[in-house]
């Protein structure tokens, strides 16, 4: 398992009901989330992590579920949260602490404003939906655990056509997965279950689902 991260810290933000990063996540698997924060006070109140889209920012797109506010440190530490559900994203999204808050009672996210990295700012909102502002002065700490994306998935069909030397080979790419397709075609050998290893041919990238052919 790989991880992605913003490690750097040095101030806090503590007024907003969500609190996090906009960035890109390309072609990759979420398992788990988290970011460097600390509790404020003791309240019965939950917290949790979660995912938007900016192209959706109305919908949460994964989310740790609700977390129990009290067991959280008040020394500041890194957090990290599996995801209820592994999601997989090839998009900008808004990643982010989602708290509900009282007079003197919160959970302190930590950012920083040096060493900011390209195309991610720090983000934040007095709301629970819509898209948050951006700060890209800033950048909010944070990691995130990734493995591959889901593969493509490949159904194939009876041969037609059949003669002493040749035959049509019959496939179809139902889905392309999260990662680019680069090469597609079909294997064949005069044994039971033929690989790449065997003959094979070689058709080229696919850039969209649908039937393939070979003769």
């Known amino acids: 398992m790989s991880t992605e991260s913003q490690l750097l810290w040095d101030s806090e ?30 309240s019965p109140l939950a917290y949790e992590f979660r995912i938007y889209t900016t192209a959706d920012p109305n919908t949460v797109a994964a989310t740790t579920g609700s977390q129990v506010f009290n067991d959280l440190s008040d020394t500041p530490h890194w957090e ?15 990643i982010c602490v989602v708290r509900a808050l009282s007079s ?19 983000a934040y909102s007095s709301d629970y939906v819509g898209l948050p502002t951006e700060d ?16 493509p998935v490949v159904t194939t069909q009876l041969c037609t056509d059949i003669d002493h030397n040749s035959g049509t080979g ?3 790419v139902t ?10 075609g ?18 080229g990238a696919k850039a969209a689902t649908g039937p393939s052919l070979q003769r």
């Open 80 to 94: 990290i949260v599996p995801l209820e559900t592994p999601i997989a994203f090839n998009e900008e999204v808004f």
């Open 186 to 203: 079909h294997c064949w050998s005069e044994a039971h279950n033929p690989t790449t290893a065997d003959f094979k041919t070689t058709l």
């Open 13 to 42: 933000r503590s007024s907003n009901k969500r609190v996090g990063q906009v960035l890109p996540i390309p072609n990759r698997l979420i398992t788990h989330l988290g970011f460097y924060i600390a509790r404020s006070g003791t």
């Open 104 to 122: 003197g009672t919160y959970v302190r996210v930590f950012f920083q404003d040096s060493n900011v990295k390209g195309g991610e700012n720090l």
């Open 175 to 184: 889905d392309l997965g999260t990662s680019a397709v680069t090469q597609h």
């Open 170 to 172: 019959h496939g179809n």
């Open 136 to 151: 890209a002065t800033k950048d909010c700490a944070y990691q995130y655990y990734y493995g591959p994306g889901p593969p």
